[in-house]
């Protein structure tokens, strides 16, 4: 399973992965840990992220950059108008109102959706990840701004599908940053909360977030951004400044060309950031513009007056952050800035100023939210074990219900679903009394944001139909899930139907027999993040008593009487529930049919890259076939060449070198194939006399020196090969000096032939005729000698038997033996001697018996 982490940005993106030792950064194609989020179309082929980049300057009109910025949002909104007046590219509007970007891709116009470019920037993060891991990437961790809309996070969602991803979560920005940061501490307090403001100013937004962190967790307490608010401003800034000064001094107008507008948005971004280091500096740029060399100088102060309405702009979202946290700056103990734009000096002295601390940078600006992501992906993957730590996060809006009450000339009722800060992930069920199918909306409301639309969704709940005709009991669920994105899960209708049971039995039964038939008891929020949602009656009261008429939320679940305990009465009731149809419609959302007509189109504009780069690598091979042949023809292989073959091979190669940059340089891979293997035909052969020539004296010498090894080994007087006979040594002898004469005669033969000319002694024939004689030779001379014969022990002479019988022993003397055997005198020692002497004659008893 991939543990990845993803930081989006508007300018460029990072990707982290999670190893046992911690996380690491990777590294794209040309070893630089960011990738620019730039997606160029050529002729042939697509050129994303770094070599996109580089392609930009050349191609500046097919080259579409900052897509975050068009991700999600309708054509007509005010900000995205801004932000189309300084693209080099064409950006229309689509028959759904939302933007349409416009390249010229494989010889003619096409049109791209935001949500698919966005795809190609996630299948070149994906294409490093693999190549870093070796693995196939599939679940990973996407971090988005807190700001994103439930359209534009669906809009993310729907490029990794697109891409071939799969989001275990997007990821708050600023939470990533939070996490990063404390995850590694050891010193969080265990009572008193430490609150610690991030201050995040990127390319396109600034983001603040304060979070109050105790051991093992953190909680996001307030939110709050500028989504038009970063160092492309500044660039900005400095691009006018610089765009009229050239006008008014060099009469011409960057304006008028895409090309010198590129470039001297490139050239102020760098001048940028030298002044973050320096009190000045200078700009210089050659041809820019009707060959024209322009030249530019500024001061730190020129550029803080030229930039004072974006640097208003800084307080209003730390304001705001310290207001929704409820605290004042004392209360905030440390200020951390991380982000690409939070390197100029006027930023940082308006942050001072306002919490009155110094801000701190004890986390890798640029790298923070990728970490925090890939950590983020770590905790929800089972492959890794992380340290315990509890991450609290808030949704910055508030998410409402609302429906039409089924009596007519009636206002729609609405009710707050997800508060602003309520957790992620949560849901929430609601009870409404309907007679028939209703709708739905989900909405924003309190955003304080023009940019966000009100209605998310609308959702057609029904049909159904109470069996006893009256209104019906409908429980409604309504998620937020970990992406952020709001669902109705499910639509239940609930009947209650009494059901006769004997007395007896009923009395008999236990308990929770009656709970299970009932509707389910409302989740207790302690347990996790399912929140049943309960109004008393009395929040509607400009409804009275006809609140259940027009579908207002049930009082509590609780009220049913079948929730009671069991109790010895005649009958009870039980709940049947019917799952009711829930129909989706989400505005501005992809269909799952154009989703599916996406994943097609991603696929093969990939395999299309894929045949143009080996297409490149077959046309790079002949060429380098061709120069490199060239050079070994007048240096190494001069002399295994006739001097006609020479002549002809260097002109056919002259001929090959042409016709790549004339007719042959936009040829199909199939060409360049054909075309390496006919240059082949007539450079092999040459390639492997000189091969043979290098290799031929040390196989030579192997030979000689195995048919020697052989021979003195059956011509030794070794002891070791005593035993293997005569004749099978004369068969080595004879073996061997049929190898010898073999290789005389061809040495003879080859040392006759000039170099040039194709080898009779080839470098197999010797390997092979090696491996026949060891083949034959070793196993003789490796004869293992035959085991030594068992020898047999030497026969003694038996025991001469008595010619007298032993004369039987009276009882007198049977005794007088007995008591000097257990008397401790010389005889008893004799006794043991000869008993010893008895027992070394039985086994030579035994071997003569066995003899």
């Avoid at 990845?4 to 982290?16: K, P, T």
């Avoid at 966005?118 to 993060?125: D, G, I, P, R, Y």
């Avoid at 197999?764 to 035959?786: V, Y």
């Amino acid at each position: 399973m991939s543990v990845v982490g993803f930081d989006l940005g508007n300018e460029s993106c990072i990707v982290a992965v999670a190893r046992q030792r911690g996380i690491d950064v990777v590294l794209n194609e040309e070893s630089k840990r960011e990738t620019p989020a730039i997606v160029c179309f050529g002729d042939k082929q697509r050129f994303i992220g770094t070599a996109g980049a580089a392609s930009s300057t050349m191609n500046p009109k097919n080259s579409i950059s900052q897509i975050k910025r068009l991700l999600g949002r309708k054509f007509s909104d005010p900000e995205l108008q801004s932000d189309i007046g300084s693209f080099p590219f064409r950006v229309t509007e689509g028959p759904d109102g939302f933007p349409l970007v416009h390249a010229r891709f494989l010889g003619e116009e096409r049109t791209f959706t935001p949500t698919q470019l966005l795809a190609m920037v996630l299948s070149n993060l994906k294409g490093i990840a693999e190549g870093n891991l070796n693995a196939a990437v599939v679940d990973c961790c996407i971090g988005i701004p807190v700001y994103f809309s439930d359209l534009q996070r669906r809009a993310v969602l729907d490029a990794a599908t697109i891409a071939g991803l799969r989001p275990l979560r997007l990821f708050h920005e600023t939470t990533a940053t939070a996490l990063a940061y404390g995850i590694y501490k050891t010193d969080l307090p265990e009572q008193d909360q430490l609150n610690v403001a991030f201050v995040d100013v990127g390319h396109a937004s600034m983001q603040v977030s304060i979070v109050g962190y105790k051991k093992g967790q953190l909680k996001m307490l307030s939110h709050a951004y500028d989504r038009s608010l970063g160092g492309r401003d500044f660039d900005e800034a400095l691009f006018k400044h610089f765009a009229a000064k050239f006008k008014e001094e060099y009469k011409i107008d960057v304006y008028q060309n895409a090309r010198a507008c590129l470039r001297l948005r490139i050239a102020c971004e760098k001048l940028k950031k030298v002044l973050s280091a320096n009190p000045e500096a200078p700009l210089n740029i050659e041809c820019l513009m009707d060959e024209k060399d322009v030249r530019g100088f500024i001061k730190r102060d020129e550029f803080e007056q030229i930039s004072a309405p974006v640097l208003e702009r800084v307080k209003g979202p730390l304001e705001k952050a310290l207001t929704e946290a409820g605290l004042t700056t004392e209360n905030v103990h440390f200020v951390e800035v991380v982000g690409s734009g939070s390197r100029v000096p006027a930023i940082i002295k308006i942050i001072t100023d306002f919490f009155g601390k110094e801000p701190r940078r004890t986390m890798n600006a640029s790298e923070c939210v990728a970490r925090g992501c890939a950590l983020q992906c770590a905790i929800l993957s089972p492959t890794f074990k992380v340290r315990e730590f509890q991450v609290n996060d808030g949704f910055p809006f508030s998410i409402a219900l609302s429906w039409k009450p089924d009596s007519q000339n009636s206002a729609p009722q609405q009710t707050i679903v997800f508060p602003k800060g309520n957790a992620i992930p949560s849901f929430k069920a609601l009870t409404l009394f309907k007679s028939s199918t209703f709708e739905v909306d989900v909405l924003y409301v309190d955003t304080g944001d023009l940019q966000i639309p009100e209605k998310i969704s609308t959702y057609t709940i029904g049909p159904f139909q109470h069996s006893k005709g009256e209104k019906a009991k409908l429980k409604v669920k309504v998620r937020l899930n970990i992406h952020g994105v709001v669902t109705i899960d499910s639509a239940t209708m609930l009947e209650e139907e009494d059901m006769e049971v004997p007395v007896s039995s009923l009395s008999e039964a236990p308990k929770d027999a009656t709970k299970m038939d009932t509707d389910d008891a409302p989740s207790d929020p302690s347990s996790g993040t399912d929140v049943n949602m309960q109004e008393p009656k009395s929040a509607d009261t400009t409804e009275g008593t006809t609140a259940a008429e027009n579908g207002a939320q049930d009082s509590a679940e609780t009220s049913v009487p079948m929730e009671t305990d069991a109790k010895v009465e005649p009958s009870k009731k039980k709940v049947k529930k019917t799952v009711v149809p829930v129909e989706e419609l989400v505005y501005g959302a992809l269909p799952s049919a154009e989703l599916e007509k996406a994943v097609e189109k991603e696929y093969e504009m990939a395999l299309q890259d894929r045949v143009m780069e080996e297409t490149k690598e077959k046309k790079n091979a002949v060429e380098s076939y061709v120069y490199d042949m060239r050079n070994k023809l007048y240096d190494k292989y001069n002399d295994f060449v006739a001097s006609e073959e020479k002549e002809g091979l260097i002109a056919t190669l002259q001929e090959v070198e042409d016709w790549l940059y004339e007719d042959g340089e936009d040829e199909t891979k199939g060409v360049y194939i054909a075309k390496l293997e006919e240059l082949k035909k007539s450079g092999d052969p040459i390639e492997a006399r000189y091969k043979e020539w290098m290799e031929r004296g040390s196989v030579v010498e192997q030979l000689v020196y195995c048919i020697h090894s052989f021979r003195e080994a059956a011509l030794s007087n070794d002891q070791k090969f005593e035993h293997i006979d005569i004749s099978d040594k004369q068969k080595v002898i004879n073996e061997c000096s049929v190898a010898e004469n073999w290789l005389r005669e061809k040495q003879q033969q080859q040392d006759a032939l000039p170099k040039h000319a194709n080898p009779v002694l080839l470098v197999s024939d010797l390997k092979k005729k090696a491996e026949t004689l060891d083949r034959f030779c070793k196993p003789i001379m490796t004869k293992p000698k035959p085991a030594p014969k068992p020898q047999t022990p030497p026969q003694t002479p038996p025991p001469q038997p008595e010619t007298q019988a032993p004369e039987p022993q009276t009882p007198e003397q049977q005794q007088n033996g007995a008591g000097a055997a257990g008397e401790p005198s010389s005889e008893g020692g004799a006794q043991e001697a000869s008993g010893e002497q008895m027992d070394t004659d039985k086994p030579e008893n035994s071997a003569e018996a066995s003899a």
